[in-house]
């Protein structure tokens, strides 16, 4: 009988973390190649994502500038919002296992390549994304995209309370040239080769294009030094 209560405990124990993590997607990698065409479609969250994209207002389901359009991140405090970003640093709390993402915030006009995930190479900033979830399952320097509600914005970092996650490692993204104005930290310039101005969409992107857009990943997430 003890035994059995031992058992019953245990799994509710089991239950109740599994269900404080925070619900996580990966895009999975495929063998991307070439056919001769290019095509442009509507972003589609999968079934996990559309409970949160159905949250959204229709001001936030996408965040784009340029051509018409402007979208801030900044003073949204209360607001639902879903934002791309590129993950920079990664820290983990070590009292409750909260996990804090940097990320730099990517526009998006909510169309994409069909065969490949594409955002703008241009933001407006820095934010950091609270979450609990085992952080190695988000790489350094992966392109995710999280819901939530924006808590507070400090020192013009806006910080995002994380519903759900869905993440694309290398391979699964790419960046367009067309989009407005960057509002970068410099600092994510520096790590790159390519500069502001340079051209650098690449449908079917291999790991040299990462590295020379973003940088070194053995330089950022989980080894990222803020100073």
């Not at 006009?109 to 594409?118: A, E, K, Q, V």
């Amino acid at each position: 009988m003890r035994t059995h209560s031992f058992a019953l405990a245990t799994l509710c124990a089991l239950t109740l973390c599994a269900a404080a993590q925070t619900p996580i997607d990966i895009q999975p990698i495929k063998d991307l190649r070439p056919n001769g065409t290019l095509a442009t479609c509507n972003y589609r969250p999968i079934a996990a994502e559309a409970p949160y994209f159905g949250r959204l207002t229709n001001d936030e389901k996408t965040n784009a500038a340029g051509f018409g359009q402007d979208y801030t991140m900044h003073g949204k405090a209360g607001t639902y919002v879903s934002w791309f970003g590129i993950v920079r640093g990664i820290s983990l709390a070590q009292n409750d296992r909260e996990v804090t993402l940097l990320a730099q915030h990517h526009y998006f006009d909510g169309m994409t390549d069909c065969h490949i995930m594409l955002v703008a190479k241009t933001g407006d900033g820095d934010f950091e994304a609270k979450l609990k979830v085992d952080p190695a399952k988000i790489p350094a320097l992966a392109l995710v995209r999280v819901y939530g509600k924006v808590t507070r914005e400090e020192n013009g970092v806006p910080e995002v309370a994380v519903d759900y996650i869905r993440v694309w490692p290398w391979l699964t993204f790419t960046f367009t040239d067309l989009a407005g104005p960057d509002h970068s930290n410099p600092r994510w310039w520096q790590a790159a080769q390519v500069k502001p101005g340079d051209q650098i969409y690449m449908p079917y992107p291999n790991q040299n294009y990462y590295l020379k857009v973003l940088g070194d990943p053995a330089e950022f997430g989980v080894n990222f030094k803020a100073d």
